[in-house]
């Protein structure tokens, strides 16, 4: 595998690179003065970094960590190179670090250090061979998946670590994965003891989170509803923290009824690089014989609860399965009616039972008082609905609010002309679930058989206003046709009276807010991408002021 280094053909000598012509010497966090000849023919990091970089910030503790691994070795040295735009700043952050620093004060070596390695973004790690050829410009990387283990950073070192990794999971099993130097147990919340072997034989899913995180815990609630049930068809759950605090960690620990690794266990670390962690949550699912099943099951989770296990192929394709055959015999009733709830209300409180509006057009529309795109595109929804409905009273919105509280939830509903579920309602998270809706606002289409016409209604009517209704496939294809022909005699090119600097090309865009009408677009602009300036072809100059 190729290694990315910057003058990887030359060696540079230390005492020359990191001294000036004032100056022989490098300092420690105390003050102390430190011969840079003394560094010579040690393996050298240059650690370029700065308390204002927040990456910096993380990364460095993880940086010590393996510094005090390694420098018992005694041929092993970091040299600080700042970046900090202040002394003050520059002794903050250096008072954290165990290793050597270029001074603050030697501005200009600083900056000639970062134009000889190219330093274009920081944190960056080079690394130097004894004789002073760079071993490799991406310190940075190897710290971070390979932490003191990656010493001493050849090539050859960090090849044979990654084929290591190839080969521990072609040979997985539940201890390769939980036991780790000398611990084998997980424990429980009340700091029980429990030995990995115990859970051998079991699925057993890796729940990567971490306490102060929103999405994990509103995910941990729906977790630990599905463990519940589950427990008893030998299903286990292994808490990865990734919490910084042990008070966090604790705090978030005690609300789970399952199993963890100690707080800051060197394993969690080693577990994220191995299952490639990037999102919160995550929930990695261990079949019985320790292969994995699923990368991330916490979507399998959200959208079918404990029917997902055991999280096999086979069962993700009965459920696929399941899931078409509701699609296609879906009907308003089988989404809108529980056991508990069979109606929806008005904006004065009325109630309306959902057998009313069988047989209409209905879109279901998800948006809250906090989100300000809901309520920037709320007056557009408004006109629209009065439009389509003078067209065709059986037609009918219905809000779904994500409000976090009722005052908010009556504040936003009392300006709609139309139904709502009422505010908290169950039917809300099925419905969420159902659509997977992911941001708001959305809204969703459903024919007068109950069918979801279209998810994408939001832009549709955004785009072509009340024209776009009703939101069939077909309906809109042939809109688009009508727009494209029109658009062929619309001058590519042209000026603005307010925007005349530069020309405005006719250009398509996914989604863009017109500097006219200040209201968002969707599809044919004209638009200056110099200036971020685009106009709706309603807004722009008739067509023979732009020629």
């Given at each position: 595998?190729?290694?990315?280094?910057?003058?990887?053909?030359?060696?540079?000598?230390?005492?020359?690179?990191?001294?000036?012509?004032?100056?022989?010497?490098?300092?420690?966090?105390?003050?102390?003065?430190?011969?840079?000849?003394?560094?010579?023919?040690?393996?050298?990091?240059?650690?370029?970094?700065?308390?204002?970089?927040?990456?910096?910030?993380?990364?460095?503790?993880?940086?010590?960590?393996?510094?005090?691994?390694?420098?018992?070795?005694?041929?092993?040295?970091?040299?600080?190179?700042?970046?900090?735009?202040?002394?003050?700043?520059?002794?903050?952050?250096?008072?954290?670090?165990?290793?050597?620093?270029?001074?603050?004060?030697?501005?200009?070596?600083?900056?000639?250090?970062?134009?000889?390695?190219?330093?274009?973004?920081?944190?960056?790690?080079?690394?130097?061979?004894?004789?002073?050829?760079?071993?490799?410009?991406?310190?940075?990387?190897?710290?971070?998946?390979?932490?003191?283990?990656?010493?001493?950073?050849?090539?050859?070192?960090?090849?044979?670590?990654?084929?290591?990794?190839?080969?521990?999971?072609?040979?997985?099993?539940?201890?390769?994965?939980?036991?780790?130097?000398?611990?084998?147990?997980?424990?429980?919340?009340?700091?029980?003891?429990?030995?990995?072997?115990?859970?051998?034989?079991?699925?057993?899913?890796?729940?990567?989170?971490?306490?102060?995180?929103?999405?994990?815990?509103?995910?941990?609630?729906?977790?630990?509803?599905?463990?519940?049930?589950?427990?008893?068809?030998?299903?286990?759950?292994?808490?990865?923290?990734?919490?910084?605090?042990?008070?966090?960690?604790?705090?978030?620990?005690?609300?789970?009824?399952?199993?963890?690794?100690?707080?800051?266990?060197?394993?969690?670390?080693?577990?994220?690089?191995?299952?490639?962690?990037?999102?919160?949550?995550?929930?990695?699912?261990?079949?019985?014989?320790?292969?994995?099943?699923?990368?991330?099951?916490?979507?399998?989770?959200?959208?079918?609860?404990?029917?997902?296990?055991?999280?096999?192929?086979?069962?993700?394709?009965?459920?696929?399965?399941?899931?078409?055959?509701?699609?296609?015999?879906?009907?308003?009733?089988?989404?809108?009616?529980?056991?508990?709830?069979?109606?929806?209300?008005?904006?004065?409180?009325?109630?309306?039972?959902?057998?009313?509006?069988?047989?209409?057009?209905?879109?279901?529309?998800?948006?809250?008082?906090?989100?300000?795109?809901?309520?920037?595109?709320?007056?557009?929804?408004?006109?629209?609905?009065?439009?389509?409905?003078?067209?065709?009273?059986?037609?009918?919105?219905?809000?779904?609010?994500?409000?976090?509280?009722?005052?908010?939830?009556?504040?936003?509903?009392?300006?709609?002309?139309?139904?709502?579920?009422?505010?908290?309602?169950?039917?809300?998270?099925?419905?969420?679930?159902?659509?997977?809706?992911?941001?708001?606002?959305?809204?969703?289409?459903?024919?007068?058989?109950?069918?979801?016409?279209?998810?994408?209604?939001?832009?549709?009517?955004?785009?072509?206003?009340?024209?776009?209704?009703?939101?069939?496939?077909?309906?809109?294809?042939?809109?688009?046709?009508?727009?494209?022909?029109?658009?062929?005699?619309?001058?590519?090119?042209?000026?603005?009276?307010?925007h005349n600097e530069h020309e405005l090309a006719l250009i398509h865009q996914q989604v863009y807010l017109c500097s006219g009408c200040k209201e968002i677009g969707y599809g044919w602009s004209f638009f200056c991408k110099r200036c971020d300036y685009g106009?709706?072809?309603?807004?722009?100059?008739?067509?023979?002021?732009?020629?």
């Amino acid at each position: 595998m190729a290694m990315a280094i910057d003058q990887e053909s030359i060696p540079h000598d230390l005492t020359v690179v990191l001294s000036s012509t004032q100056r022989d010497f490098l300092i420690c966090r105390n003050g102390e003065r430190v011969r840079i000849s003394s560094i010579k023919g040690k393996i050298v990091g240059l650690y370029f970094s700065g308390l204002w970089c927040g990456l910096c910030r993380q990364f460095t503790p993880k940086l010590v960590e393996a510094y005090e691994d390694l420098y018992p070795k005694g041929d092993f040295e970091i040299v600080f190179i700042s970046s900090d735009k202040d002394n003050e700043s520059f002794n903050e952050y250096f008072g954290k670090m165990p290793w050597l620093a270029v001074p603050f004060s030697d501005a200009d070596a600083r900056k000639n250090l970062k134009q000889l390695f190219k330093v274009r973004a920081i944190p960056h790690f080079v690394i130097l061979d004894g004789t002073g050829k760079v071993l490799s410009n991406e310190g940075v990387k190897f710290i971070k998946h390979f932490g003191s283990e990656a010493y001493p950073f050849t090539s050859e070192r960090v090849n044979y670590l990654r084929e290591e990794e190839e080969k521990a999971k072609e040979n997985q099993s539940l201890r390769s994965i939980l036991v780790h130097e000398s611990r084998d147990f997980l424990i429980s919340n009340e700091e029980n003891k429990i030995s990995v072997s115990e859970l051998e034989g079991k699925t057993v899913g890796l729940y990567f989170a971490m306490a102060s995180h929103k999405g994990c815990k509103n995910f941990t609630l729906k977790l630990a509803d599905v463990y519940k049930k589950l427990k008893q068809k030998n299903f286990e759950i292994a808490l990865i923290s990734l919490d910084e605090k042990y008070e966090d960690f604790k705090q978030g620990f005690e609300t789970m009824p399952w199993l963890g690794l100690p707080f800051k266990d060197k394993n969690c670390e080693r577990l994220v690089r191995y299952f490639e962690h990037k999102l919160l949550p995550q929930l990695v699912v261990i079949s019985p014989d320790g292969k994995t099943l699923q990368q991330n099951a916490v979507k399998l989770v959200e959208e079918y609860g404990d029917q997902a296990f055991p999280f096999t192929q086979e069962k993700l394709v009965t459920l696929a399965n399941l899931k078409k055959e509701k699609l296609e015999a879906q009907t308003l009733e089988s989404i809108l009616v529980t056991a508990d709830r069979d109606f929806v209300i008005s904006n004065v409180g009325l109630k309306v039972p959902v057998s009313k509006l069988v047989g209409n057009n209905i879109v279901l529309y998800f948006a809250a008082q906090w989100s300000l795109p809901s309520r920037e595109f709320l007056p557009k929804l408004i006109t629209t609905y009065e439009e389509i409905k003078k067209k065709d009273e059986n037609f009918e919105v219905i809000f779904i609010s994500s409000d976090q509280d009722e005052s908010s939830f009556n504040n936003l509903f009392s300006s709609m002309p139309w139904l709502a579920l009422p505010f908290d309602d169950e039917r809300k998270t099925f419905l969420s679930r159902r659509f997977n809706i992911v941001g708001i606002p959305v809204a969703i289409a459903i024919s007068t058989s109950g069918c979801t016409v279209n998810t994408q209604v939001r832009q549709l009517l955004e785009t072509h206003g009340a024209g776009a209704y009703p939101f069939t496939e077909e309906h809109i294809k042939n809109l688009q046709q009508r727009l494209d022909k029109t658009t062929m005699g619309w001058p590519k090119k042209g000026k603005d009276e307010i925007h005349n600097e530069h020309e405005l090309a006719l250009i398509h865009q996914q989604v863009y807010l017109c500097s006219g009408c200040k209201e968002i677009g969707y599809g044919w602009s004209f638009f200056c991408k110099r200036c971020d300036y685009g106009l709706h072809p309603k807004c722009a100059p008739k067509q023979e002021d732009m020629n």
